[in-house]
């Protein structure tokens, strides 16, 4: 009888790397992109620094690894991405509608994604580049579908722009949301009616828009 091979070096390796990978997510989410150090990370794994370099040469090369194993804007996208799968161009507002609403549940509720977007606007790097190149394949998809239909119906808007700024309205709403305890507008983001409010919001603008 053949016994098996046993894998522990192999495993605690694994282990290892799969802990300071997790320890990147919990630092970005406590500490921000300024926190991302050798030695917080490794604090946060429970783990010696010199591990870092051992599996990934660099805590560079670990951040990197960490975050392309992230689909940031497919989750944020809720179920717009298999609307534009199914879309055969007949109404384009409801996935844009779902994308935008979408994107204001999931950003307001992850505080990940909150210090993403603060690292991306804060700092060029490469790693962030992927991210926003990532975004932009997604919208890619959805505006080669809505690009035919509103060229069907004669309609003469600039939809990426108004996309453009829904978009950036709901990244500052929310992040201002968090970090301060001041309205907005006179609206309260901290309620379930502010949230709402703002859904309804981007509904009229987008009927509007396409009306």
């Not at 010199?50 to 944020?76: C, G, M, P, Q």
């Not at 409801?94 to 993403?116: A, G, H, V």
């Not at 991210?131 to 309609?155: G, H, P, T, W, Y």
Request: proline letters at 0%.
């Amino acid at each position: 009888m053949n016994r098996k091979r046993y894998q522990g070096v192999q495993n605690d390796k694994e282990r290892s790397m799969q802990s300071l990978i997790d320890a990147v997510g919990v630092v970005i989410e406590t500490k921000g992109y300024t926190g991302l150090t050798a030695t917080n990370i490794a604090k946060t794994a429970g783990l010696s620094r010199r591990l870092i370099t051992v599996h990934f040469n660099s805590v560079e090369e670990l951040i990197e690894t960490y975050v392309r194993r992230k689909d940031y804007w497919v989750a944020a996208s809720g179920d717009a991405a298999k609307m534009i799968s199914e879309n055969q161009v007949n109404n384009t507002r409801p996935i844009l509608e779902c994308l935008l609403t979408s994107q204001l549940d999931y950003f307001y509720n992850n505080k990940e994604m909150q210090k993403i977007v603060l690292w991306q606007i804060s700092e060029s790097t490469n790693i962030m580049k992927e991210i926003c190149e990532e975004r932009e394949l997604l919208s890619q998809v959805f505006f080669a579908l809505s690009d035919k239909e509103l060229n069907d119906k004669e309609i003469e808007v600039d939809l990426r722009a108004v996309s453009a700024l829904m978009v950036a309205g709901i990244y500052y709403l929310v992040l201002h949301a968090k970090s301060t305890d001041a309205l907005f507008c006179e609206i309260d983001l901290k309620t379930t009616e502010g949230i709402k409010r703002i859904k309804d919001a981007i509904k009229f603008v987008l009927e509007k828009t396409y009306a």
